[in-house]
């Protein structure tokens, strides 16, 4: 049986796709929800073509979700950079148009046109290790906006004493020597310790991602 392209247009919440045979003939089409039942019709719908190449826009991107599930079913999928395709649907006559059909088809030639597009691979360790770096970072980032938060409330407890490098044990040993009488103190000071205690837990998931990595 003849290779065909699946070029694919991937969002969020659908995926649309066409397929075209190596002289570039449609050979079917569709729009697909990404869901399990969606992804599963999908793959049912291209059943038929067993010498298949899936070619995804934007792997990296947008696409890296649907690409990462074909790949760990183990489907042949291609990576379609955006600029490549915006470029073929720029120049093709008729479906130069943006829609999501367009994009599919522009991707499908691109596909068919280009040799060397960079062939994906699927490496369950890779994977796990760029979800935890993922999400290192973006404890990293909340660490950041609890500490500015701590430190605002400190300075507004003790003023013309904020502490630049503050440490989870400094802000606490802070607190505890103050006492204040009026709500709006206690009211401070029960908010910095609630940020405290954030920044505590945000630390012991650091510390064990970092771990784990």
Known sequence: MAKVFIGVDPHKLSATIEVVDEHEKILTKGRFSTDKAGYAAMRKHVAAYRERVWAVEGS???????AQRLLADGEHVVDVPAKLSARARALDTGHNRKTDAHDAHAVAVVAVRTTGLRVLSYDAELES????????????????????????????????????????????????????????????????????????????????????L
């Open 60 to 66: 990296n991107g947008a696409g890296r979700p649907l």
């Open 129 to 212: 290790l760029r979800m935890l770096v993922a999400r290192r970072e973006e404890l990293s980032r909340q660490r950041v906006q609890t500490l500015n938060r701590l430190q605002r409330l400190l300075s507004e407890l003790i003023p013309g004493k904020a502490k630049k490098d503050l440490t989870p044990l400094q802000a606490k040993r802070i607190l505890a020597s103050v006492r204040p009488r009026d709500i709006v103190g206690k009211t401070r000071k029960r908010l910095a310790l609630e940020q405290l205690t954030d920044l505590v837990g945000i630390d012991t998931k650091i510390k064990a991602l970092s771990k784990e």
